[in-house]
């Protein structure tokens, strides 16, 4: 039994992002998100993209990045693990990919978005 809601959720990766390529071609990248649900309680959802967002998740995301994860499905399954206990699980499914910075970034105060430096003459607009 499965359901499906659209959800953003805010956290950081736990591990690097995994591409996959399965024979049918069509790549999509997992990774599992952190957050802090209630009092400092971490809660973890997986989390599947598809196509050029999965593949810019998997080259630029690292373990620890902050990231928000928009307009995603949430699906929920229930199941029987290997000693007979039925466990629920959630996932995230595609939705759009904003990347917030790094740990190390946020916490030597450094900016987590680029800096241009070009003169307006550079400036094609």
Request: aromatic share 8%.
């Amino acid at each position: 039994m499965s359901s499906m809601f659209q959800a953003t959720i805010i956290g950081r990766l736990t591990k690097d992002p995994e591409q996959k390529v399965p024979a049918s071609g069509n790549a999509y990248t997992r990774m599992r998100i952190a957050w802090t649900q209630r009092k400092d309680e971490p809660g973890y959802i997986d989390a599947t993209l598809f196509g050029k967002t999965g593949e810019i998740a998997s080259q630029y995301l690292r373990k620890g990045s902050h990231i928000c994860i928009a307009g995603g499905r949430i699906e929920w399954r229930e199941y029987e693990d290997k000693d007979g206990i039925k466990r629920q699980s959630y996932s995230i499914t595609g939705g759009d990919l904003i990347m917030l910075g790094k740990k190390d970034e946020e916490d030597s105060g450094a900016s987590a978005k680029p800096t241009l430096d070009a003169s307006d003459d550079d400036i094609p607009f």
